[in-house]
């Protein structure tokens, strides 16, 4: 299920980018999984989940050797996380990313980045423990160490890329750029939905009488979080966008992993109305910043994580509002970002000043399917392209 959800990602980012770049968004989505799958899984794993002693990052496991069928069946789990938070990054990336580099940093993501963060929250499968987690830190199926991670990686990667041309005018005017096909979107959407069953049920890790309440909480929260977008989407322009709804789903799934085990109901309720307010607000944010992010990664992952995860703590079944717990839960949040931001940003101003990470602009007027694939999405309307494409 966790695995389809690529899928899922695929179509909505295809969905909200133009024609001429469907092709690249679809394939970032794909070389996402085959490079999370690869390097996780021979060397990520270890540093996230091998032995611990220190708190701060694994030192075994590695190079899937001398290791039980059960260790392979969770290695496989948690390459789908690790590949999930990569590709985050893809659809604010998208319209103007080279491939090469995009890669490049997809491999640092789910070396590096991820598996470190994740040591700290989820580590000590092969032995000790995450200096995070002993410090009774909460994040069961990763609003933090998933969502969040990927959403700053995000942030960091549109600050240095810039945004698109024709994002922003010289009189401080924004420039909608619709995507091609908001059907592909809508469709990505139920699917990440459906998958997201198994991101947050399957982190039990085992078929016990949990997998109700968190199923019913997934569930719950998306749904108030869209019920929310809906609401503050009449009051402040009178209309709903169908990308809004669509990410407000997300930053409701977001926003409930984190504590989907340990709340009640009606606080996963309450955790996806404020959610979907999160992510609305944050992408105005984003926007003020004069930062270009293509699908709304930034929002619906990053900021609806890290308020899902203080979310967690306040909401935790039979211990509400302590003021304990909300600190560590705080601490988490900033941690990850002190973390993962300045870590990303210098990983990508490194590519860009080496093997490049924004296309050049003629090529992205061209469309990045064409310069960067030499293939062509929907060559029966790209006419232009088409004769270029052929006289090459």
């Known amino acids: 299920m966790i695995f389809l959800m690529q899928a899922g990602f695929a179509l909505l980012e295809s ?28 060397i990520g794993f270890g540093l996230m989940f091998g032995n611990n002693p220190s708190g701060w990052v694994g030192s075994s496991m590695f190079g899937l050797v001398d290791l039980s069928n059960y ?5 496989f789990f948690q390459a789908m996380f690790a590949a999930t938070a990569a590709t985050i990054t893809s659809g604010a990336m998208a319209e103007r990313t080279k491939f090469p580099g995009y890669l490049l940093g997809t491999l ?16 000590g499968y092969g032995g000790g423990s995450g200096w995070l987690a002993e410090a009774g830190f909460i994040d069961f199926a990763g609003s933090t160490v998933v969502h969040s991670v990927g959403g ?6 549109i600050m240095v890329l810039g945004p698109r041309l024709g994002r922003y005018g010289d009189m401080d005017e924004v420039h909608d750029i619709p995507g091609h096909n908001l059907n592909y979107m809508a469709l990505g959407g139920f699917i990440l939905w459906f998958g997201w069953f198994g991101f947050n049920a399957g ?13 019913l909480n997934t569930a719950l929260s998306a749904s108030a979080s869209v019920l929310s977008v809906v609401i503050l989407s009449q009051i402040i322009s009178k209309r709903v966008l169908s990308k809004d709804v669509v990410n407000g789903s997300i930053a409701g799934l977001v926003a409930v992993t984190a504590g989907c085990a340990t709340m009640e109901p009606l606080f996963a309720l309450f955790t996806g109305l404020i959610g979907g307010i999160v992510m609305l607000l944050g992408e105005r944010i984003v926007i003020f910043m004069r930062l270009d992010d293509v699908v709304g990664a930034v929002a619906a992952h990053g900021f609806a994580g890290a308020w899902g995860t203080i979310a967690a703590g306040m909401f935790l079944a039979g211990d509400l509002f ?21 870590t990303a940003f210098i990983m990508y101003k490194l590519i860009d000043l080496t093997i490049g990470l924004r296309a050049s602009f003629d090529d992205e007027r061209q469309g990045l399917d064409y310069t960067e694939h030499n293939e062509l999405g929907y060559p029966e309307f790209q006419k232009q392209t088409l004769n270029k494409f052929r006289r090459g």
Do not use: H
Request: hydrophobic fraction near 50%.
């Open 203 to 215: 982190s039990t890790t085992e078929v016990n009488d949990s997998l109700g309440l968190i199923s």
């Open 322 to 342: 302590n003021t304990e717990q909300i600190t560590v839960q705080l601490i988490g949040v900033v941690m990850c970002f002190i973390w993962v931001f300045p």
């Open 71 to 75: 260790d392979y069946a969770f290695i």
């Open 15 to 42: 969905g909200l980018t133009r024609a001429k770049n469907s092709v690249n968004v679809i394939m970032k989505n794909y070389a996402d999984l085959c490079v999370g799958v690869l390097t996780f899984g021979l």
């Open 108 to 123: 640092g993501i789910t070396l590096f980045i991820y598996p470190i963060f994740g040591s700290w929250v989820w580590g």
């Open 152 to 157: 700053w990686c995000a942030l960091a990667a």
